[in-house]
């Protein structure tokens, strides 16, 4: 499946995509892709009616539709740096023995065509495309890397917008760099396992202004997605619904010399192979 929301912004409707154009409406059957419904088993329990509405039932054109990010703000975001050996190269650091885990605010959410904001005082604007790991249920103390795969709801696009002299020069956590409105664009869909081959073999791109900034793949993920969720559930609780951002390949505007930063009028377009695509206009502060 490939799950959507559908509306203008905290106004969502659950849909599921039909085709490459069309959606079918899931609103009298979901309230939301929030905690609740991936911790009731609410993927299982939909995807007979999904399959077969996608099938039959009536088709929306998405054409004119805000997408809004695929689930409901999460209770936490967490997010996993240098998890590429390549882009941890760019930006002169070691490659990690453990991940380095960092948390991002749920509200940085949107959808992925929704407008990123520059913050107030920023002037290091920067660009990361990454694949998403949505959590399926409660998830704690994992015996082992391959029990992590059931408790992965599926997959999504996500772009974890950072600004650089916040993360880095203003001292403390990189969550100051992370977590400003409009820093974590979402979706368009949220797909499940059975609809992606091998997730460690997913080509990722990202333009600015139409020129490729980003190629890469996650094959050269130093820590796995099953592995990565495996880890995290040895230190704290993931919740149903919660997100994990796995770290970004080369390309990134800190790694050019000259640096490149965005600038109020960029437009940013990303792509994970089978996860769809995204398209974000950089905007002034408040």
Known sequence: MKLLRIGRFGQEAPAALAGEA???DLS???DDFDESFFGSGGLERIAPIVADRVASGPRIPL??????APIARPHQIICVGLNYSDHAKETGQAVPTEPILFTKSPNTIVG???????PRGATKLDWEVELGIVIGKRTSYLDSVEQARDHIAGWTLVNDVSERAFQIERGGQWLKGKSAETFNPAGP???TQDEVGDVQELGMRLDVNGVRRQTGS???MVFDPYFIVHYISQFMVLEPGDLINTGTPPGVGMGFR???WLQAGDV????????GTQRQTVIPPR
């Open 189 to 191: 869909w949220l797909v």
């Open 28 to 30: 009298d059957i979901v």
């Open 63 to 68: 054409a004119g539709q805000r997408i809004g």
């Open 218 to 220: 996650t094959s050269t």
């Open 268 to 275: 940013m377009t990303l792509e994970i192979d089978g996860l």
């Open 22 to 24: 069309h959606f079918v």
């Open 258 to 260: 000259p640096e490149i």
């Open 112 to 118: 992925p065509n929704d407008d990123v904001r520059i």
